[in-house]
């Protein structure tokens, strides 16, 4: 109850505050967004919080975890073998994703042009990346072999002898690279043509008119406008190429000795072979920060580029 005397201003603010509390409602969106809340926290938030806790412990299956607090993150320095495998990952990813760039754009470039077949040789090019890991892994490491595989009698027809390949520790990984190129050189290709089939015809009608070559209508015409998907391809083929484990785990398993093993691999060691959980999670914290960076690398480059205005709105 209100008093009969009281200020018209107190009055006003009761009637707001009666107001207000009468209108409040519970937001009809919860039910929808409290089933994604707790599928956020179970399937990402928790395993990280996890994996955080299990790093900071002395952890080995079998045994009771020991707090340890930094001591698996002061190890990785000190541990040849990650430090091996950190550079390997660096090098594979760098050329995993520089050839599927050049080969690809090179690829939607050729198949932008009119010719007889065309459709069916664009469904012919991408069925590399249809294929399931284990069965091009497969196929690849008997192509490989010293004595058997195709690829040293085809060196052979051109007077190059016959290579290691993936069994020489210098060779493993480029040869390693060759397989992931004939994967995701297709995935490049259909980004890089989806960004010419969005060019429209006056720039290049231009150009002829102008009398430009072939090549200066590509650079000074098609490469400024493909640039922004060039940058999606690239970013899409770092995150795939850095965690890459299936393909060099069924053709090497990180060998010879640890020639091929990446940071996955020397994880997946570590964890399933030599059961040391803690120091296997500090890896995966670490893994995830090298992700997070590399990734960072290539937003930040995005940001400091400008991009003209047909290329700038894809």
Request: charged share 10%.
């Amino acid at each position: 109850m209100i008093e009969t005397g009281a200020p018209a201003s107190a009055l006003s603010a009761q009637r707001d505050t009666d107001a207000v509390v009468v209108a409040w409602r519970p937001p009809s969106y919860w039910p929808f967004v409290v089933p994604a809340l707790v599928v956020v926290l179970a399937v990402i938030v928790f395993p990280w919080a996890f994996t955080i806790w299990m790093s900071l412990h002395e952890w080995k299956i079998g045994a009771a975890p020991a707090f340890s607090g930094l001591a698996n993150y002061a190890r990785l320095p000190t541990d040849q073998r990650f430090v091996e495998s950190v550079g390997h990952t660096l090098f594979y990813t760098a050329l995993s994703v520089i050839l599927p760039l050049i080969l690809g754009t090179l690829a939607a470039v050729l198949f932008n042009t009119r010719f007889p077949l065309r459709g069916f040789l664009r469904g012919l090019f991408i069925l590399p990346m249809m294929a399931t890991p284990v069965a091009i892994a497969l196929v690849w490491t008997m192509m490989f072999h010293p004595q058997l595989g195709v690829l040293n009698y085809l060196l052979s027809l051109v007077g190059i002898p016959p290579q290691l390949w993936v069994f020489h520790p210098t060779t493993a990984i480029a040869s390693l690279v060759l397989v992931e190129t004939w994967q995701w050189t297709p995935l490049v290709m259909l980004i890089v043509l989806g960004g010419l089939a969005s060019i429209p015809a006056e720039p290049y009608e231009s150009a002829v008119i102008d009398g430009a070559t072939p090549w200066q209508i590509f650079r000074y015409v098609s490469a400024p406008l493909i640039a922004p998907f060039l940058f999606i391809a690239a970013m899409i083929r770092m995150i795939d190429a850095v965690k890459s484990f299936d393909i060099i785990f069924a053709i090497t398993q990180g060998g010879p000795g640890t020639a091929s093993e990446t940071i996955n691999l020397y994880l997946y060691s570590v964890a399933f072979v030599y059961y040391d959980v803690g120091y296997a999670s500090a890896i995966v914290v670490v893994f995830f920060i090298l992700i997070i960076a590399l990734a960072g690398a290539l937003l930040l480059l995005r940001q400091r580029t400008h991009w003209n205005d047909a290329g700038g709105s894809a």
